[in-house]
């Protein structure tokens, strides 16, 4: 069965503290892996897409990086607008299959 | 750029009353639309999805419906709301379903 998997459930970080979230997954047939941050009482927000193994993409504080059996979501020294949830999800032929998220709270 | 509109953004309705969201997108042509479903703590589960003009895919099977009456235009229904029909509901676009899907604001549904 297709599965994605996120860990830890919640994360908290004091402001400038670096740390890493993990996705792991076991699907047929990965057609993208992606990231989304999804403040309180909103959409989630598109961040990332990784199509294969060894690629990384960055943007600001944030660093997505792709295995063959797992994606993690860097954090260099965040900020306490950071705050969020972060959510992966797989790409397998039409479906996206999301994880539940790992909800990081940073503390100033 | 692309955009897209979801409403409302708050609904409570009593058991047994019928339903209907809707969502549309902006600046895009012929794009994939889905229904998602988000409960308290948990990952995104994936209601319906639309490939193109009268062309729904349902994943769960329940009390629910979805119609797609124009190319951006995407709606989810139900005749009779169960308790359990209580959540989160986003609506969501992509080109293609290996490409990126963005999501609108959501509508927090609450069944009394």
């Known amino acids: 069965e297709d599965q994605v998997t996120q860990s830890p459930e919640a994360l908290r970080l004091q402001e400038g503290e670096s740390s890493s979230l993990n996705c792991s997954y076991t699907?047929?047939?990965?057609?993208?892996l992606f990231w989304y941050r999804q403040d309180p009482g909103k959409g989630p927000e598109f961040l990332f897409t990784?199509?294969?193994a060894g690629e990384e993409k960055e943007k600001e504080r944030l660093k997505a990086t792709l295995t063959k059996k797992e994606s993690f979501l860097h954090i260099t020294a965040p900020k306490p607008e950071d705050s969020a949830t972060y959510l992966c999800a797989a790409a397998i032929n039409n479906d996206m299959r999301f994880g539940a998220g790992t909800r990081l709270t940073v503390k100033p | 750029s692309q955009t897209i509109h979801q409403w409302p953004a708050t609904l409570v309705q009593p058991v047994g009353s019928p339903l209907s969201l809707e969502c549309t997108v902006e600046?895009?042509?012929?794009?994939?639309l889905y229904w998602y479903r988000q409960a308290a703590g948990r990952g995104l589960q994936l209601l319906f999805y639309s490939v193109g003009i009268g062309q729904i895919s349902s994943e769960v099977p329940q009390n629910l419906s979805a119609s797609r009456p124009q190319d951006r235009q995407f709606i989810l229904s139900s005749k009779k709301l169960l308790l359990s029909d209580s959540g989160f509901y986003l609506c969501a676009w992509s080109v293609r379903s290996d490409q990126p899907q963005h999501f609108g604001d959501g509508t927090r549904l609450s069944i009394l």
């Open positions: 600046g895009t042509s012929n794009p994939n």
């Open positions: 699907v047929s047939g990965l057609r993208g």
């Open positions: 990784l199509y294969s």
